[in-house]
Each structure stands twice: as C-alpha cells, then as structure tokens.
C-alpha cells in the first residue's frame, strides 16, 4: 500500500486561499478520514492527491514499491451515458487487458455491488445508491492501491449508507489505501483508523479515530466537533 506525504501544500483559487500550507503524513495501511467544516480543504486536498488539480506549491510526495494504481469516487457520480457494465468495462481500458478478461472482471464487479442483475441498465436511471454502488463497482474493477472517496453517502438513505460502508471496508481490507472524506461522524467512526482535522486550509490534528473523536486536544477540533449536534448524540451512546 503506498503512503502519502502532503508536504507545504497551498492552493489558491480566484485570489481564494484554500489550503494553506497543509502537511499531513497519511499511513499507509487502512482507511484514514479527513474532517472538519465547510470550507477547510478537504475535497481540494483528495483533488491534490489525486492530481485533478495542482497546487500553488508544496507537493504530495507517494511513497510505493511500485507504480499506484489510483481511483476516485465522488459525492455525485460522475456516469457516462451508457449501461452499467459499459460504465464499468470502459474504466478498464487503460489496464490494457483482453476484451474477455476486461468483461469478465467487470461483471464481478458489478456482481460484488450487488449489480449483476443491472448490468444493461443505463447508469443514469439508475437511483442514487445504485449510481453510487455502480461508482465503486468501478472503482474496484481496477483494483486501486488508493482509493480517493469524497462523501460517498452524502446524498443516500440509511440502507444504501451502509452497502457503500461494507463496499468501502470491505475494498480497504482487501488491501486498497482509503482516504475517506466525511461529515458523518457516526461513519468515521464505524470505517476509519485514523482522523485529520482540517480546519481553514490546514491540517491541525491528527490520530486514531476514537481517540481523537471523543478527547480532541485542539480548540478547532472541539469547536468542529461541537457543532455537529447529532455527533453529540451518537458519542454519548458509544
């Protein structure tokens, strides 16, 4: 699994600062969630790491044996205007496989989502958890070193929530690296090992997930954690 250093990272937009001068050594091994207000830098930072967009300065420096097979899976889908399978078949082009192997692995997939009854069903009818699961379908098709989720769930019921959930724990014990961004704090906890808070562009606290959730250390991450009413809720019942 590849390791991740986001070393001085500033990123300016517009005459907009947002991040500023962001460093944060990710793990290597299992899901890390980067948390924190609107606006602190979270989904800019996936963006970064993925390479979707650079920044002003520093860099992200990907620590590996090898190369680093990458994917990203958005809070909205991003779906070409074909069936399912096609969706899926398509993102393994680049892998240069057989046609065979390429649909044979991209049924499996498909399968594991719980899809392979809508393999010829076009992706954009499909409802917003099976557009999600069809994502990671995707997504696991190429069987990535590091998977780039920026909430997922966000606009899902409770039970398609929890289908991403076993799809996303399940990929990270398989071996996939995930970096996980997420206001559901209630879901940070059941998935990840380790939080960074982010707070104006900046990472301020880093550590295992209880720990940091239920004792934060820095005034932004209780000023942060304090304002997500329902979180309270759920830490006094954990």
């Given at each position: 699994?590849?390791?991740?250093?986001?070393?001085?990272?500033?990123?300016?937009?517009?005459?907009?600062?947002?991040?500023?001068?962001?460093?944060?050594?990710?793990?290597?091994?299992?899901?890390?969630?980067?948390?924190?207000?609107?606006?602190?830098?979270?989904?800019?930072?996936?963006?970064?790491?993925?390479?979707?967009?650079?920044?002003?300065?520093?860099?992200?420096?990907?620590?590996?044996?090898?190369?680093?097979?990458?994917?990203?899976?958005?809070?909205?889908?991003?779906?070409?205007?074909?069936?399912?399978?096609?969706?899926?078949?398509?993102?393994?082009?680049?892998?240069?496989?057989?046609?065979?192997?390429?649909?044979?692995?991209a049924r499996d997939a498909l399968a594991r989502v719980g899809l392979g009854?809508?393999?010829?069903?076009?992706?954009?009818?499909?409802?917003?958890g099976e557009q999600q699961r069809l994502a990671l379908a995707r997504a696991?098709?190429?069987?990535?070193?590091?998977?780039?989720?920026?909430?997922?769930?966000?606009?899902?019921?409770?039970?398609?929530?929890?289908?991403?959930?076993?799809?996303?724990?399940?990929?990270?014990?398989?071996?996939?690296?995930?970096?996980?961004?997420?206001?559901?704090?209630?879901?940070?906890?059941?998935?990840?090992?380790?939080?960074?808070?982010?707070?104006?562009?900046?990472?301020?606290?880093?550590?295992?997930?209880?720990?940091?959730?239920?004792?934060?250390?820095?005034?932004?991450?209780?000023?942060?954690?304090?304002?997500?009413?329902?979180?309270?809720?759920?830490?006094a019942a954990s």
């Amino acid at each position: 699994m590849p390791s991740l250093r986001c070393e001085d990272l500033v990123l300016r937009l517009n005459g907009a600062t947002i991040l500023d001068g962001l460093n944060a050594a990710i793990p290597a091994t299992g899901i890390t969630a980067l948390i924190g207000p609107n606006g602190a830098g979270k989904s800019a930072t996936l963006r970064v790491i993925d390479g979707l967009m650079a920044p002003t300065s520093g860099r992200v420096r990907i620590v590996s044996d090898g190369p680093v097979r990458r994917a990203f899976v958005f809070q909205r889908p991003a779906l070409v205007r074909a069936s399912a399978f096609a969706n899926v078949a398509l993102a393994l082009v680049p892998l240069k496989l057989s046609r065979a192997a390429r649909e044979a692995r991209a049924r499996d997939a498909l399968a594991r989502v719980g899809l392979g009854d809508r393999a010829g069903a076009p992706a954009t009818r499909l409802s917003g958890g099976e557009q999600q699961r069809l994502a990671l379908a995707r997504a696991w098709a190429v069987e990535p070193d590091l998977l780039l989720a920026d909430e997922p769930t966000a606009n899902l019921d409770p039970a398609a929530t929890e289908l991403v959930e076993a799809l996303i724990a399940e990929m990270a014990a398989g071996g996939t690296k995930v970096v996980l961004v997420s206001h559901n704090l209630g879901q940070v906890m059941r998935l990840a090992a380790d939080v960074f808070v982010l707070a104006k562009g900046r990472a301020v606290e880093h550590g295992p997930t209880r720990t940091l959730l239920l004792s934060p250390q820095m005034p932004e991450t209780r000023a942060y954690l304090s304002g997500e009413l329902p979180w309270t809720s759920f830490a006094a019942a954990s």
